[in-house]
Every structure is written in C-alpha cells, then in structure tokens.
C-alpha cells in the first residue's frame, strides 16, 4: 500500500510539473519572435533583427536559415510550399527555397504590415492600402475599392475559406471584408472605437478576433456585430490570436499572459502554469501544439490537449483509424468520444444537426498516432439527434448522438 501511494504521489507531481508550458527554444538574441506560421511540414519563427528560424519537428529542434533578414522589423510571416514571405518595415521579403534565402521584391516598395495567401492570390497590407499579387508578388495591384479611410493603412488581414478581413488604419479602426478576392470591400465594424489600430486579426468560420490597443474585440456572426472580450487586459495591444474550432479560443498578451476559452469566448481564464515572465508578441497552433513567442527571444510550446481537454489515453500506436460511439448516449449536456489515430496526420472531428448543418468543430489539428478521448459539452445546443463525422486523409466515419435536457 505505500508503494502505491509513493507512486500516486511521484505521478500526481510528475503530471503538474509537465502540464505547464516548456522552453523549446532560446535563441539568446534578445529580440522578439514576432510570427509564426507553417506550411504543413514546417514551422517558421520570424525573429526581428535575425531573420528566420526553422523547425521541421514541431519546435522540438530550431535551425536558423542563412538568410538576408538581418536588421529587419518584421511584422508577419506566411508560407506555402517553397514560397516564405516576409512582411518587414523595409518591404516584402520572399524565399522560394523553404525559407533559406530571401529575395526583396521591390517592385511594389514600402512598408509591409501583414501579408497572407489565399488560394494562388497574394495579398499584402501597406501604408497606403491592400494589394494583391496573381504571381507570388512579381506584380502587383492596388485593391482598395469600397475601403474610405483617410490613412488606409493595412496593418492586419486574415482569411477563412474565401472570404478576406482587412484591420485598416492609423488610431482612425476600420474592418472590411471581401467575398470576391478582395475586388469589393465592406466596412464591418461600426462597433469597434475608431481612435485604435488593429494589430492583429484571427478568422476563422463565423469567428473573428481583432486584436486593438483596447483589447480584444470579438464577433461570431462574420462581423455583423463585435463586442469588446471582458477580463482581457489592454494595456498594450500587442495580441496573439489563434483557436481551435470555435470553442476554444486562445489570446497572448503582452503584460498578463495566455488566456483560454472553451466555451466560445464567454469566459476566459489564464493558463501561465510555467511562465515566470511575460512580454509575448506572438501565439500559434501547430501540431497539437500552442506556440509563444517572447520579446526576448524564447518561444514555449504547450500540448493543445492540455488546454482544451483532449488527452491521449494510450501509448499503443493502433493499426487502424476509428471512431467510437460517445458515452454515455443519449447524453445531457456532456459526453466523451474516443478515436484512434494510425499515423501522423491532419484530423477533423465535426459535428452536425439533423437537417445536416454544421455546428460545431471539437478536433482540427494534426495529431500522431495514438488513442484519444474528448470531451463535447453541449449546453449550448438544443435537444435532438446529431451526427459527428471525423475524417483523417481518406479515413472518414459518422456517428449518431443523441441530446436530450
């Protein structure tokens, strides 16, 4: 009996110790790592003044690239098989061999606030506007039709599906949004205080985030209407936005640290387990993970299980992919669904009423091999069957539930 208790003990310590987020990377440099993205087998760190770094598995190891960044403020980065951009106060930077070397495309100069890809267009935020490239940015095209600010500054844009969002202007705020690949534009944030800047901007479905010296201001219904997010400190305006589905929404800021949300940004809660300091200028998700980025130049990395509830519960690799019923079923509120994952990959696990409709996203994210359970809380949704469907590659499995209240 007190060998069991020992080791109860040694676990129950063992497992706080590593629910907390680690240090994967120091690069000693002293400047801030501003952005992260990806292209599916890589993950980038864009460091000011040093250029970029990468990692090809999931910020365990960090290399830096041989590249003419150097001395460079970087605002965002973005990626796409080969092709690395570079949004910097100089310009546009681009590499077309994975982020090795980097080209200034200077037939388009100035300063480069946001850049982002959507299907084969380029898209850049500049002091004067939006502009958009059909050639990975050998020409490019002003697109500020619709867009009426006295400075229409670029600072932030993002993208879901086809739709376009575009933070415009200097302390004068102003969203628009583009369903035609950014050849109209329409003003959607009557809400929002004018006298801030939007420094970040986060889609994703019906959500989306902007990020203001203010705080954080959130819609979910494509922008029609915005609220400022309680508890949210805004002393700087310095926000990492990311999320997964639209559940779980997740902000860094500068001064307070990482706030979470499972339950579509109603609440939220810090996280700082393992943070003794703060100053983070950047957050993504990548991999099953949550990546901060710091001024100082450290990036910490956190499972995104930990943060939301989903938690491996084998280390037997399967032989195959499944989904399993929910338990229990029918089910008030809460059940747990179980799946297995054979191999490396991008997951989805979605969930649908019954004329079909899609109504909630409880697993979007690449995830090893191995056997998982999660947790769904429905309390938002009504009683009546629905259907979850997860898809893995060409693996793809419904299951029928059922919510009674």
Known sequence: MKKYTLFLLLF????????????????????????????????????????????????V??????????????NTVIAKDSFVFVAAMSGLFRSTNYGLTFDSLTSNPGTAFSVIILNNFLYKGKTNGIYRSSDWGNSWTIINNGINVPTPDGRSLASYNNTIYAGVGTYNLHIYKSTDYGDNWEYISPDIPLNAIPYSLYAYDNLLLCGTANGV???????????????????????????????NIFISTYEHGFFASND????????????????????????????????????????????IGINSISTEIP?????????????????SIEYQISKLGPVTIKFYDANGREVETLVNEVKRAGNYMAKF????????????????????QTKKMVLIK
């Open 264 to 307: 579509y940004g109603q609440t939220f809660i810090n996280r700082n387990e393992g943070l003794s300091f703060f100053g983070f200028t950047a957050l993504y998700k990548y991999g099953g993970f949550l990546f901060l980025g710091r001024t100082s130049g450290v990036i910490y990395r956190r499972p995104l299980s930990e943060v």
């Open 217 to 247: 201001y959130k819609t979910t219904n494509y922008g029609a209407n915005w609220g400022l997010i309680q508890g949210i400190p805004g002393d700087i305006g310095l926000f990492g936005l990311t999320s997964n589905g639209t559940r």
């Open 319 to 335: 032989n195959e992919f499944k989904l399993f019923q929910n338990y229990p079923n029918p089910f008030n509120s809460s059940t």
């Open 377 to 396: 809380n429905a309390s938002l949704l009504s009683s009546g069957i629905y259907f979850y469907r997860m898809t893995a590659g060409d693996f793809v």
């Open 61 to 74: 190891n960090w290399s830096s690239t041989v590249s003419n960044l150097i001395n460079q403020q970087i």
């Open 12 to 59: 129950l310590i063992t497992g706080n110790l590593n629910s907390q987020w680690m240090v994967v990377s120091d690069t000693s440099m002293h400047n801030s790592v501003d952005a992260f993205c990806d292209n599916g087998n890589n993950l980038y760190a864009a460091i000011s003044g040093v250029g970029i770094f990468k990692s090809t598995n999931s910020g």
